[in-house]
C-alpha cells in the first residue's frame, strides 16, 4: 500500500511498506511461473497421454502439445480489455481458479477431445497470467524499485520451465 506524505520541505514523498510490495509481487509473480511451468510440462506428459489416448500419428501428439498455445493467444488478446474492464488483480486470480480447474480437468480426461479442450482453456490461463502477472506488479511497485519487482516475473517462469524440465526429466 502506498501514500503520499508530505514532509517538512513540502514536497510530496511516497511512503510505503516494501515487504507487502515485495510479498505482493512474489505471489502476483506465480502467475509467471505457472506460464514456464504450464508450457513446458507438457513434454514430460507426452509418452503417458500418448498411451493412454492411443495416439497414433504425429499430427495427434502434435496437437495435444501445441493446442494449448491457441488459449494462450485467446488469453493474452483477452487480457488487456478485460483487465480494464475488471480489474488486473480478479483476473489474476480467475487465471489462478481457470489454472487449477484446467489441471483437474486434463488429469480426469476420459477421452484425447476432452483433454484437448481441457489444454486450450488452460492456455487461456497461461495467456492471462503472461500478460498480467507484470502488468499488475508495475501498477504496485514503487518506481525507484519497479524493474526490479517487474524482473521477479521473468525469473518466476524461467524457474517453472526449469522446474517442469526436471520433472520431465
Known sequence: MITAVQNETSELKADYNLGYVWLISV?????????????VVIGGAKPFFQRYFELTTEAQIGWANSCALIGCLIGALAAGGLSDKFGRKKLLIAAALIFTVTSLGNALANNFDVFIAWRIFGGVAIGLASSLSPMYIAEIAPAQIRGKLVAINQLTVVVGILLAQYINW
Open 27 to 39: 505471489v502476483a509473480a506465480m502467475g509467471g511461473l505457472l506460464f514456464g511451468w504450464d508450457w
